[in-house]
């Protein structure tokens, strides 16, 4: 009761109410960017991972076992793994297109038609034309699925022709020479990664081995596990599968430095956040020692009839904890319904401002990502009780040390 009493009371009657509202908002707005930040990243990363490992293989193996029925072979054990869903033998390699209106540089990863259906990130995400082409006709056929966003820059769509230059596609007598042949776009496919979506076609496999020269071989073997997360622990059973020439990659070494600069990030953000929670909780020793001080004559009085000193602490540690316990919940609040409705605040700032928030080009996605982590938010809350519990302590104490005769000396 005391403890509401001082937190209302009026300027005039020794009161601190607009710094306990100015603390109470601080918390608040430390806590709910902690945990909207920290989503974010979550969701980032999620978004990150989700794509890159629905367009790419899991694991890959490469090494001395990529021709012809020694190849089947390696394909065949490999499937026989527990936890293996796909294994597919890939050419890729780098090209040179030319389109009606631009010419660019891409990517091209011969696949098989199954592979390809099988790979729900590409056939799931086709924006124009479809699938049925690919791989009908002599050596694969000659239709190719294109990136919408490559197919855009390069003025082609479904049904339009598409040269592709190969650097060294044909063999003679003085050494490679480039390959020219114009292919038809039976497809375009979005999955909302610029890195991928405006650099990569698909082309049958056989034809891809025609193409850039690689007659009865493969560049590598990828493989596709139920959890990629494991990918990395199932590496010894696939590299007995594939044999003693295979080597074996997985997916955390292809983009080791990419991922581990994510996670170095994510930490730190994470500890530089928590300090700012630990800087607004600050503010309600300011506000309790303004409050201590106006109170002496109180203390004083209460010391005088009977009131312990643990009496007079637990007075102010509930005044100020108070405050700090309200911050926190309410930024739970604000940061959980602000991540919960995320995208249509994107979109409402877009519209308010004119501009493009979350570019594609810059951040690989094309919408802002949040994924809540309840285990990091029970942290979060924690610590803003902790932090807030914390700081009211020594003000707390300094008022149950008081004298009370020093206290009314004068009064």
């Keep these: 009761m005391l403890a509401g009493r001082y937190l209302r009371a009026k300027r005039s009657q020794g009161g601190v109410a607009l710094i306990s509202v100015i603390s109470f908002i601080g918390i608040m707005l430390a806590v709910a960017v902690l945990i909207i930040v920290m989503s974010v990243m979550n969701g980032f990363r999620s978004e990150m991972l989700t794509r890159i490992l629905g367009f790419q293989g899991h694991v890959y193996v490469t090494g001395g076992l990529l021709d012809g029925s020694e190849r089947d072979a390696a394909v065949m054990r490999l499937r026989q793994v527990p936890g293996v869903i796909q294994v597919a033998p890939i050419v890729e390699a780098q090209a040179i297109a030319l389109g009606p209106t631009q010419i660019s540089g891409a990517i091209v ?28 006709g002599e050596f694969g056929g ?9 197919a855009e ?16 596609g044909g063999a003679t007598a003085f050494g490679g020479t480039p390959m020219q042949k114009e292919y038809v776009v039976g497809a375009t496919f979005a999955v909302g990664m610029s890195q991928y979506d405006q650099a990569y076609i698909f082309m049958p496999f056989e034809q891809a081995q025609l193409f850039f020269g690689r007659e009865g071989t493969a560049d590598a073997i990828e493989v596709r596990v139920n959890d990629p997360d494991q990918a ?11 044999g003693p020439a295979g080597i074996v990659t997985d997916w955390t070494q292809r983009d080791s430095s990419f991922w581990g600069a994510l996670k170095i990030e994510r930490v730190m953000m994470r500890l530089i956040l928590m300090l700012l929670v ?12 303004m409050l201590v001080k106006n109170k002496g004559r109180d203390i004083a009085i209460l010391r005088t009839i009977g009131a ?3 009496a007079i602490l637990r007075i102010f540690f509930m005044a100020g904890a108070s405050i700090g316990v309200l911050g926190t919940l309410a930024g739970l609040l604000l940061g959980i319904v602000f991540c919960a409705y995320i995208t249509p605040i994107q979109h409402a700032l877009e519209m308010v401002t004119g501009a493009v928030l979350f570019s594609s080009d810059v951040y690989f996605l094309d ?16 610590w803003g009780l902790a932090m807030s519990c914390l700081a009211t302590l020594p003000p707390a104490w300094r008022a149950s040390r ?8 004068y009064e």
């Design 142 to 150: 000659e239709t190719i699925v294109v990136g919408a966003r490559l």
């Design 367 to 382: 919408r802002v990502p949040a994924k809540l982590d309840w285990i990091e938010v029970a942290i979060v809350t924690g």
């Design 278 to 289: 630990a800087i607004a909780a600050m503010n309600i020793i300011s506000g309790l020692v």
């Design 109 to 136: 990863r011969g696949i098989s038609p199954k592979d390809l259906q099988a790979s729900r990130m590409v056939s799931g995400n086709i924006t124009k034309g479809s699938l049925r082409d690919f791989g009908v």
């Design 232 to 242: 990395a622990k199932m590496k010894p059973q696939i590299g007995m599968a594939a």
């Design 153 to 168: 820059s390069l003025g082609v769509a479904p049904g339009d022709v598409l040269t592709l230059i190969s650097p060294s």
């Design 308 to 310: 312990g000193q643990g």
């Design 402 to 409: 008081l004298d009370p005769v020093e206290a009314l000396r």
